[in-house]
């Protein structure tokens, strides 16, 4: 079973290959649910590790519903991604009404190649999820980012389950949302075949007017994930 951490920082993303992550979704803010990360980030972290880099292409917190603006920011991301050597981009745009826009993902996805692609959480916002899977199937796809439209994928399991089985063969169901090694084994015995979790701590700051907790994805958290998925 693969697990793919969710690193919001360089440390996070070092700490998800030294703990032997099978690759990172690289971005900012968890607080927002995740934006595209900064160029120097990226930069450093393409440069100095080995890990598979996935991308978020997020030019904002809230809705997927973009504008034309944000709609071209989120292409020269893309295109940053490709010129960086990265491995894949975690995207998606909707419509008002909850659908999947398809022209706009369908152009990100032509963008984006040769990279991989999944369609990020957006999935779990779509008003009829059984329909929404056929057209990203479809759009040749590689996999989709759901929590199976629960606060938590552990709630959602049932959904990922029929997601899984209506998807086998043809795209890859990647549960994610509230995943840590005490539920892990509850996706495994599902018989989906990879995980996404932050695997994440608040971590205390230097002492300033301005401190707060900051969050780092785990090496322990990560191992404990991996020692409970990891293939017999």
Do not use: W
């Not at 693969?2 to 099978?22: F, H, P, T, V």
């Not at 020269?76 to 981009?89: E, R």
């Not at 599902?190 to 301005?210: N, P, Q, R």
């Amino acid at each position: 079973m693969l697990l793919e951490i969710c690193a919001n920082s360089y440390q996070s993303a070092k700490n998800a290959q030294e703990a032997g992550a099978d690759r990172i979704e690289l971005c900012q803010e968890l607080s927002v649910g995740g934006i595209t990360p900064s160029y120097g980030l990226l930069k450093q972290v393409v440069e100095n590790l080995d890990i598979s880099v996935f991308v978020l292409i997020r030019p904002r917190g809230g809705d997927f519903v973009f504008s034309d603006i944000e709609y071209k920011i989120m292409k020269s991301n893309i295109q940053l991604c490709k010129d960086f050597g990265c491995q894949g981009i975690v995207s998606g745009v909707l419509n008002a009404d909850k659908t999947i826009d398809f022209g706009r993902t369908k152009e990100l996805v032509q963008l984006s190649r040769p990279l991989k692609f999944t369609f990020h959480r957006a999935f779990d916002e779509v008003s009829n999820p059984k329909q929404a899977i056929e057209q990203l199937i479809d759009l040749g796809i590689e996999r989709i980012l759901t929590s199976g439209q629960e606060t938590s994928a552990e709630k959602g399991l049932d959904l990922l389950k029929s997601l899984n089985a209506i998807s086998k063969g043809r795209i890859t169901i990647l549960a994610g949302s509230g995943v840590n090694s005490e539920n892990a084994i509850k996706f495994k015995e599902a018989g989906l075949s990879e995980l996404h979790a932050s695997a994440s701590s608040k971590i205390e700051t230097h002492d300033s007017i301005f401190s707060m907790p900051v969050t780092v994805s785990g090496s322990n958290k990560i191992e404990a994930i991996k020692s409970v998925i990891k293939n017999e």
